[in-house]
């Protein structure tokens, strides 16, 4: 005899259609778009103030004794005491002599009295070679929900802690980086997008003069070309609330961009548009400014994406361990592929019958990291994909910890929240997680400075100048 299960039947079962039929809702029309966005769009501007200041701007926490001599500048914290004690003229921090708070900024001039003074064996400062440019980060992946913002936001403010000086670019019309960093963009105009266009516009330029010489019609320069044309770095570039992070953000607009370069593109075939982007940080001098240009990117091989990877010396590619994310990773890279490949095929044919240089596109170190770890879930597929993957894979894999979830619940990074709401274990948990993600990318950027700093020591005394080798990961010359 069959006993009878005690379970349910699946919530599937049974359903009613005049039921169904009377909870539906009246058909939406378009207009109902606006209203869920405007309802978002005040949703996500409360949650995104969470923590701000009384004037709506986000504010850096200060830093207590112990995370400066545990995480920001190696010296006992006994002997910090001693120096601060002896320098009045240093900052000294607020509260009691044994649990003192100081913001970055004091902290940077902390760091700036040991590298002057302190012992040669101790890393004070970051390393980073004069004279070489800084180096370009793009986080890029085509799958959504990979955590490429995430990472892209910690990798920044993980570099700022250790002394370097960064400039963030959102490039995806979400804005998601922007929100995170707190930026302030009204409108387009202070996005990537007017940079874009005066890179086209300034190929007009030089197009239209070739064709008045030649007495044939020019090319037509309309408003938005015109003046983007008068727009520079300091108009778009806003601090953040890191005293060394700037940031270019993004918005809503920002998408356009897609639509507008094909038909700039179509115009006029000769402008390089996968090189908008590079040639703004050149032009603009930036990459001298900076140590580090860390650009986030929209979850689509679109144009903005293409321009990112095409300025980037080191492409990092966020992915779970899981089959889907991996499987799209793999089609990621063929399309990465596939775009550059065309492109360099494309351009090098002209080349070739001009007889001039050719054009290949090089990046210093390309790697996938593995973002929302769960090592009791997962590790077996994390190491089929370590696997396949080989010496395009970190080595480590950043977990998902409850400082990672709570630090995002208030649209902040693990670095800007404050370790006495946690317990002392769940913090140093959570951000090392963070840590030995920059860790890695840190052994990437001083390694290919390095490598950099010797090609152009040997060119120098080669006689070629002042040795300064092609940047990898543009259309340069061969």
Not at 320 to 332: C, H, I, K, V
Not at 356 to 377: G, M, S, Y
Not at 457 to 478: H, I, M
Request: aromatic share 10%; charged share 25%.
């Amino acid at each position: 005899m069959t006993k009878k299960s005690d379970l349910p039947p699946p919530p599937y079962f049974n359903l009613d259609p005049k039921a169904a039929a009377g909870r539906l809702p009246k058909p939406s029309d378009t207009a109902r778009f606006a209203k869920a966005a405007a309802f978002a769009a005040r949703g996500r501007e409360d949650l995104a103030k969470r923590g701000y200041a009384p004037d709506g701007r986000k504010r850096l926490r200060k830093f207590s004794t112990w995370e400066i001599c545990r995480y920001l500048i190696p010296v006992a914290p006994a002997h910090l005491r001693r120096v601060l004690k002896q320098h009045p003229d240093l900052p000294q921090g607020e509260g009691a002599s044994g649990s003192k708070w100081f913001t970055l900024e004091e902290v940077i001039a902390l760091r700036d009295h040991f590298a002057a003074g302190g012992a040669a064996s101790k890393e004070y400062r970051p390393y980073r070679p004069k004279g070489l440019p800084a180096k370009v980060v793009a986080v890029a992946n085509f799958k959504g929900g990979v955590g490429k913002t995430s990472t892209a936001a910690h990798l920044a403010m993980s570099a700022a802690l250790d002394g370097y000086r960064v400039l963030v670019i959102d490039l995806d019309s979400q804005g998601s980086m922007t929100s995170i960093m707190g930026g302030q963009v009204p409108d387009e105009w202070k996005t990537v997008f007017p940079l874009i266009a005066k890179d086209y516009a300034r190929q007009v330029n030089e197009e239209n003069e070739v064709r008045a010489a030649r007495g044939e019609a020019t090319l037509p320069l309309d408003e938005t070309l015109t003046e983007a044309l008068n727009i520079s770095a300091s108009d778009i570039v806003q601090p953040t609330h890191w005293p060394n992070i700037d940031l270019i953000g993004a918005q809503l607009n920002l998408y356009w961009a897609e639509f507008q370069i094909p038909v700039w593109r179509m115009n006029l075939r000769r402008w390089a548009l996968w090189d908008a982007l590079t040639n703004f940080l050149h032009d603009e001098d930036l990459l001298s400014q900076y140590d580090i240009v860390l650009l986030d990117t929209p979850p689509a091989l679109g144009y903005l994406t293409i321009n990112a990877l095409a300025a980037a010396d080191i492409l990092l590619v966020p992915l779970g361990a899981s089959f889907l994310e991996f499987d799209s990773t793999g089609r990621f890279f063929d399309m990465l592929y596939s775009t550059f490949a065309s492109i360099e095929d494309g351009e090098n044919a002209a080349r070739r019958a001009a007889g001039i240089d050719e054009v290949k596109f090089e990046w210093d170190v390309v790697r996938t990291l593995i973002t929302r770890f769960d090592a009791n879930q997962q590790s077996d597929l994390a190491n089929v994909i370590q696997a396949y993957f080989g010496d395009f894979m970190n080595a480590h894999r950043q977990e998902f910890t409850a400082l990672v979830g709570q630090a995002g619940e208030q649209v902040n990074g693990i670095y800007e929240a404050d370790y006495r709401e946690f317990n002392r274990e769940t913090y140093v948990r959570g951000r090392e997680a963070f840590d030995r993600t920059y860790a890695e990318l840190k052994e990437i950027l001083i390694g290919s400075w390095w490598r950099d700093e010797q090609l152009a020591r040997g060119a120098t005394a080669e006689g070629d100048g002042p040795g300064f080798a092609a940047k990898p990961g543009t259309a340069a010359a061969e």
